[in-house]
């Protein structure tokens, strides 16, 4: 059964950089797309950025390209999130998700079935 932990959230201030990490306790990580999402308080969760099987292919919400970076490692069944010139608009809890195939990236929340728990990320102004 396939178990994500996320990790490497905190409290930073803004302009400052965060890495995030996720575990992928299961066999199969190096099968399925990854991605990641955040919820603010009082918001929906939204897409943050989604990455392909073999990292070749990635995708990003217009709110952190080129702020932000995802990766994988497919031997230490991980997922990154590389946050950089942080906001206090990027405080939110961040989720790592499996996504549903290989290859095709989706931003819709509703097209991942396995979530992790979450980590807080805080900016301060």
């Known amino acids: 059964q396939v178990q994500l932990v996320e990790s490497g959230g905190g409290l930073v201030q803004a302009g400052g950089s965060l890495r995030l990490s996720c575990a992928d306790s299961?066999?199969?990580?190096?099968?399925?797309?990854m991605g990641w999402f955040r919820q603010a308080p009082g918001k929906e969760r939204e897409f943050v950025a989604a990455i392909n099987w073999s990292g070749g292919t990635t995708s990003y919400a217009d709110s952190v390209k080129g702020r932000f970076t995802i990766s994988r490692d497919n031997v230490k069944n991980s997922v990154y999130l590389q946050m950089n010139s942080l906001k206090p608009e990027d405080t939110a809890v961040y989720y790592c998700?499996?996504?549903?195939?290989?290859?095709?990236?989706?931003?819709?929340?509703?097209?991942?079935?396995?979530w992790g728990q979450g980590t807080q990320v805080t900016v301060s102004s």
């Open positions: 299961g066999r199969t990580f190096k099968n399925y797309a």
């Open positions: 998700a499996q996504g549903p195939t290989r290859d095709r990236l989706y931003r819709l929340r509703t097209s991942y079935n396995i």
